[in-house]
Structure formats: structure tokens, C-alpha cells
């Protein structure tokens, strides 16, 4: 059983930068290739981005391209997500999530992930 906790979220202006990570424990965090998704008020929770169990592949949603960045450090068991230039409509409670086929990455669907953290809320002001 791996658990999943994250932090690094807050409160911050349009433009501004925040890193969010997520510590797993439980399991071997190596097994397992990790996603970051979100969820606003009244919408889906959406797929973010993910990266495989060596860090070597990333996928990313459209929306967040050129801005986000995932990447993971297997020996401290922790995934980050850098979020740079965040707008308004990045608002919204963050959650990792851990699945085992750790060789692939553009896993949006959320069914397709074993374990998840209880989320981050991020809020970006404009």
C-alpha cells in the first residue's frame, strides 16, 4: 500500500511561481511512475502531467505546456511539480498519484492510477 502526501500549496498572484511536491511511502516508489492531476470547483479532475519510473519520460496537458514541470528524485520517494507563470485558471486542488506501469507516461485517464494523496490547494489571484 503506498501513501501519497502533498504540499507546497498556497495562495499566490497571476505571473507567480509555486513547487509542488508529493512524498510517497508505503512501497517501492521506483515501481511506479507518478501523475499530478486537478480538480476545480464544479469540473472533472483533470490529467496534468506524469513521468515514468526513471524520470526519462514526461508527458504534459496542453494547458499547462511550456509552464509545468514534473520530475522525481526515486531516492528521496518525492515527485515535484514546478509550476512557473500561473494563471487564474490554474486554481484548483492538486493530487499525485502513483501507477505501476512505470514505463509509460500519458496516462490521463485517473482510473488507470492505484494511489492517489488527499491534494493541494492552489490559487492563483489575479
Known amino acids: 500500500q503506498v501513501q501519497l502526501v502533498e504540499s507546497g500549496g498556497g495562495l499566490v498572484q497571476a505571473g507567480g511561481s509555486l513547487r509542488l511536491s508529493c512524498a510517497a511511502s508505503?512501497?517501492?516508489?521506483?515501481?511506479?511512475?507518478m501523475g499530478w492531476f486537478r480538480q476545480a470547483p464544479g469540473k472533472e479532475r483533470e490529467f496534468v502531467a506524469d513521468?515514468?519510473?526513471?524520470?526519462?519520460?514526461?508527458y504534459y496537458a496542453e494547458s499547462v505546456k511550456g509552464r509545468f514541470t514534473i520530475s522525481r528524485d526515486n531516492a528521496k520517494n518525492t515527485v515535484y511539480l514546478q509550476m512557473n507563470s500561473l494563471k487564474p485558471e490554474d486554481t484548483a486542488v492538486y493530487y499525485c498519484?502513483?501507477?505501476?506501469?512505470?514505463?509509460?507516461?500519458?496516462?490521463?485517464?485517473?482510473?488507470?492510477?492505484?494511489?492517489w494523496g488527499q491534494g493541494t490547494q492552489v490559487t492563483v489571484s489575479s
Open positions: 498519484a502513483a501507477q505501476p506501469r512505470r514505463f509509460r507516461v500519458n496516462m490521463r485517464d485517473r482510473n488507470e492510477y492505484d494511489y
Open positions: 508505503g512501497g517501492t516508489f521506483s515501481m511506479y511512475a
Open positions: 513521468i515514468s519510473w526513471n524520470g526519462v519520460n514526461t
